[in-house]
DNA sequence: TTGTAGGCGTTATCAT
DNA sequence: ATGATAACGCCTACAA
């Protein structure tokens, strides 16, 4: 018998005729058999239970272990009602600020004893659909959403699921309950101003016309930085790309008609095909035209010229919005919106105005 | 009855004395009760199964649609022990290089029908084993894993998981049957080549101290076209970074006391490091020297100058690592290593050499 | 301290 | 074409 119970697990041929290879990962029943108790208390050994003597405990423990035995958290699942599995959709983790969020999200996810469901939307909205129906069939305990360009579009999923949402710099954030936020109108705010501190008057905004909320409320912060000392915001200073390199070369080559000495960009790809595209011009930055970002992603302290931009901390951002997510699934309440202060970062991409205006 | 079987799904306040809310996703059961089936025929008409009367079918649907029902995967996974899962380990999801392929890997899955858990392993082999671990409880079906640098590691546990894995970019290639790897003798040997052709002689090769395989290979690739020009190759003209800007510059400080024209970097990120560190010894690029790098980032084609550097087509190869896996799950054979091409691509990081050699 | 008896929400195997 | 019934592997009463 003895002999039947071990299997061939360890990589041994199969026997003749029996063409079915993978004998079956072991149950907790078969530790129970092979320890000689009941599989509900190899269930308790295996949980660190008070209920189970510490001797058989530790010498259960001993067993699953040399077995390499793993519970089925798919089983566990069933009966507890809980995965402990959390599901993450970003517009495209190709984009650095959506990977650097993921990486705290995954970090904290992970600290915590839960597993995360990556998924791109590719910010397709019916993509978005799909990926949270397939969530849901999943039966993830929480979601996390990072930069959806169609928030407004879960609210009657969230109804049917029952399961809380929390945002990473949502564009609809009147929406939802929770979100984790940047400071967009003061980060901004804060790069314009320091345009104006050294002379800048011809300052322009070049944002993303996909970021709907965030781009409003920099754009705003933008205005205001210019309004409080007095300079008049024209149309003609102000462009849209979609947030990549590609598009901002387009918007930038626009722009450039209203002769700009300065730039605030909606963020660091927008600062990457601008400044090639006034390169392209013969513009030297900073000399005849001062940039700024916004994400200060890996890159931008290493540009030439390295980036003046507005830091948000992205990986931060990922956590905090997990630790809200952790909150809300264990029954808590959590606060609602969290904002996270945006910090400049002057680098030599911005200088003082000269000549040219 | 009837008025009793509805349950208070539609968000309707709980009775007195009730404080428990989430009244409880709907089973097949609850469906079934109200198509007045069985809920096997439930089951067959959701799966579009022939056995069942199209109109029967058409109603059952309509319900469960109505009734917003979406059938638990974790229960369907336990019956039928596949749970349509993988799992995906990378070293980090904030390299970009990474964030490619987890890109391509995640799209290629969903249009199957699978969901990826995303794990980092932050290159901590023991936090590697935990993620592992936790994936083997999960049930994935497969794993994949992008630039480990513990792949050694995987082999007892892939024993006792029983479940395929395919390795991108692997480190340590000779372990697994299955991988997808870029040419990375080929790639860097045309980069090195490139630079003969232009004239340099004193060319420079800045690695990865991590990268194992792929550096040996890169470095290899470096050498075999130094040789064929019979060029010699000097160990003070190699030095070894961590794949990342900052140990780049620090590994370029030490490789300028040997005067190269030209440096071989080995990839996008350490080419970023060593522009860097060149411009703070005054040294233009690529006048004064010439700088490649590999990879092709999506940074690479805006730096100033643009990077001259090797393409891997990092979706594409997330791409076929998963199409591999699909069919190693499905019980098929497939082609063991998968070997793609790298692409030289010639921008403005490198000239021909100039005076100062 | 331990064992017995459900049940979680599906699919699969039989009947009918 | 449909319905009963039995798994799947685990946890949680409850009983002993």
Known sequence: MAEKDR???AGVAPAQGAPRRS???????????IARVSHPTVSRALQNSPLVNAKTAEKIRRIADEAGYRASAVARGLVTRRTRTIGLVVTTVADPFASEVVCGVEQTANDHGYSVFLADSNADPERERKVVQAFAERRVDGIL???????????????QMQVPIVLVNDQYPGA???SVMIANFEGMR?????????GHRRIAYLGDQFGYQSDA???????????????PVRSQLIAHGDGKPEAAMA?????????PTAICCYNDMTALGATHQLRAHGLRVPKDISVTGFDDLFFAAYLEPPLTTVR?????????AMESLLRLMSGEESVPQIRVDAELVVRASTARMSGRG
């Open 190 to 198: 804060a790069a314009a101003g320091h345009l104006v501190e050294l």
């Open 176 to 178: 939802f309950v929770h």
């Open 251 to 259: 918007a930038m080559k626009a722009l450039l008609a209203a002769r």
């Open 23 to 33: 004998p079956r990962q072991l149950s907790i029943k078969d530790i129970a058999r």
């Open 217 to 231: 409320e920099r754009l705003a912060g933008f205005r205001a930085a210019l309004e409080s000392a007095s300079i």
């Open 145 to 159: 959403v990072t930069s959806s360009r169609v928030g407004a579009l879960y609210l009657p999923m969230l109804a």
């Open 312 to 320: 948000q901390p992205m990986r931060r951002m990922g956590q905090l």
């Open 7 to 9: 299997g061939n697990a």
